[in-house]
């Protein structure tokens, strides 16, 4: 069996191989910028692992991971226009570095290219691999739409939030392990498991985004401190703060998300102490550990052998505890 | 056989059944508003007529021809926001009448929709239709870069425009016959020759557009005329304008167009007797006339019966003469 390393090495191998040199180099030169940012290119390392160990063909479903890393890819471009985000992975996002226009229509190019990806899967697959990305692609771009919603929304509830992360970022990491799991031509209820386990490791991860992004440490994980703070940004985090909060409290925490100031400093440092003082990271940790629980029921069921099944408990453990 | 009258006919029937009343409102919203907008609904109707002549079942190719419509309209979408144009057909555009973030992420959406309309077509054939509808929309991207980068290059050849309609309508109008033909299981060597016939029909038909832009009437038309005049857009018609005037009008024609103002009304009356004193009218309508023969020469080689051959010459003639 290979490692997870392994399986992100031969995708990463993948995306190098990609030629996107054509014209009009306006066109192409942004999309050769975004897939080439790197990443932990984890949607695509998860569908040919999946794929692996359902006992399929790494390389049927090689094509269709690269469209499902091709396709995030285009879904961060865009949405970095619109949260009008200037930073990706340490670098300027394209908006930034060229414009909206070209933002806009490389990623509308990259979808398509997502798409030609993954019609070079098994032809007798595709009916089943397109309704899945179909599927996918509309409930992300629903996600990114609540997400939005919620930045002007006076109240948004916890599950409103975690419908919204489920939406935008785990249904596709579940879609990403399904897609592995038609190509290896795994039966309809392994496919239906897989999905699940993948959802609810998604939804672990986002969390775990969440919390990173509050208290994980810049250097290594990449993106700036505070960030969600900075932008008043109402995650699980300060959902769960004001869930739990004195009414002074909530007020205080409710003032603090009305500054718009991204350099306030002192602000960041404030909610991050009204956040420990509702131990807010110890029950981001149990949500988290809730949807990892479920994840593993799932994947009991599939009844995988005991050295597969441990790959992808080492997976979502790697997940878990993940500090970048 | 049924008239053109009759397909459209059906293809409006079918866009009104769609139901986009899905949550989240602010993302389904624009996608209805959008696809309600009407407009000749060309490409659709194209598709299940060529359907039709081949002898397939024009409900097997009826959600396909709805792929297309929606794919063509998510363009237009996504356009109307990279020219920040206020009116569509009459109506404001989605990112005027609402913003661009939701014209974004609705058009993204829609491209979803295009390409789960299309999968509900025979299985067997959704490797060929989508290798043909993802290669017309690489092409449709690339054709709305080099528009846009045409609008700030110093020159434009005759031939670079010509290039940049080509991919930007004319691969599209082609590529919605080719999917018909490919639904009705005709040969590839027909496949082929209907798609050319059609791409030729569609650059006739770009040429038209230009056209009734500069000299149609507005109540009919439904656009502003001289909208490309007073946008400086370089068109054919400017083009060969250029081309063929006297040095003192070719400087005063590029004097005029470095004129900003989109109300100057005596611009477009300048540009226009200038037109006319070079039969830029008549030139285009012959360039238009080569289309439309090298089109016949295609049509020819499919070798239809002559009723059915008939129909698509109706077809032809019906684009060529409109003034809408």
Chains 1, 2 share one sequence.
């Not at 949260?83 to 979808?111: C, F």
Request: glycine share 6%; charged share 25%.
């Amino acid at each position: 069996m290979l490692t997870i390393q392994d399986y992100q090495e031969i995708i990463k191998q993948k995306i190098a191989d990609q030629n996107f040199d054509h014209a009009p180099i306006e066109l192409y030169e942004p999309i050769t910028y975004t897939m080439s940012l790197g990443g932990k290119r984890l949607r695509p390392t998860l569908t040919i692992m999946t794929c692996d160990i359902f006992g399929g063909k790494i390389e049927e479903a090689v094509n269709a991971a690269l469209g499902l890393e091709t396709f995030h890819n285009f879904t961060l471009l865009h949405d970095d226009i619109m949260d009008k985000a200037p930073i990706r992975r340490g670098e300027p996002t394209v908006y930034m570095k060229w414009d909206a226009n070209r933002a806009i229509l490389s990623g509308d190019t990259m979808m398509v290219f997502a798409y030609d990806y993954l019609l070079n899967s098994p032809k007798d697959l595709l009916f089943d691999l397109f309704t899945v990305f179909n599927k996918v692609g509309k409930e992300v771009c629903e996600g990114q739409q609540y997400d939005m919603n919620f930045e002007t929304a006076e109240q948004v509830s916890i599950d409103e939030y975690l419908e919204m992360i489920k939406l935008k970022t785990a249904v596709l990491i579940g879609g990403s392990m399904h897609v592995g799991a038609i190509i290896a031509r795994a039966d309809s209820e392994q496919c239906k498991l897989t999905y699940d386990f993948g959802e609810n490791i998604g939804m672990a991860f986002q969390l775990q985004d969440d919390l990173l992004d509050a208290f994980g440490d810049t250097s290594i994980f990449g993106k700036l401190t505070g960030g969600d703070i900075r932008t008043n940004k109402k995650t699980y985090l300060y959902l769960k703060a004001l869930e739990l909060a004195s009414q002074e409290d909530r007020k205080r925490l409710i003032d603090l998300y009305s500054i718009l100031d991204e350099d306030n400093d002192e602000k960041v440092k404030e909610v991050l102490a009204l956040f420990n003082k509702y131990k807010i990271s110890q029950l981001t940790r149990d949500l988290m550990e809730d949807y990892y629980s479920k994840a593993m029921i799932h994947l009991k069921e599939i009844q995988l052998s005991k050295d597969k099944e441990q790959i992808l408990i080492s997976l979502a453990d790697s997940l878990m505890m993940r500090n970048s």
